[in-house]
């Protein structure tokens, strides 16, 4: 990154913790004097049918998948309140709309971005903060590596562009929504799911 002339900033810890996502956050705004974009990516599964899933195993996915954006939203928006400009960028999942088996945590969580998203919209809209949602299909991560090959492929098959999407293209769309050219577009939700729901 730095050969590109980027300036970055590296903070291990989990964003299912409170504290380390405000000492996370007041490190950024002590390096750069403040903060323009957010993108939620925080992600984990742990796919059970829900009569054999632990509570713990829902507690971790909610907590990760979806608490944590109350924790990153709130330490940022004072910030970008302030600014009078910020992105906030949420990742969803095609199953929050349309639903998988074995992902009761999970499509919750998801789905609850959603949600999380439209409110947030609303309440910072007037301080010209935009709040965007990607509602992610089957991109080619490692959290989709560790699918046994003929889940894959089932699951492959039901994508009308024939594969799965890779990385860079759900970061294409973070980058225009994080852009000057995406001024007038908040609370919404894109597909980016290879048609696989429309």
Known sequence: MSQLGADYLIIKGSVADRTFVKEMVDETKKKWKRIDILVNNAGIIKDRPILLMPEKDWDDVLNVNLKSMYYTGKDVLSTMIAQKWGRIINISSLTAIAGRESQTNYGAAKAGVIGFTKCLAREVAPYSVLVNCIVAGLIDTQMTKKLPR???AQLKGL???????????????VLFLSSDLCSYMTGAVLNVSGGEYM
Request: glycine fraction near 12%; aromatic fraction near 0%; avoid cysteine.
């Open 159 to 173: 994508i009308p562009l024939g594969r799965l999407g890779e990385p860079e293209e759900v970061a294409n769309v």
């Open 150 to 152: 003929d889940i894959l």
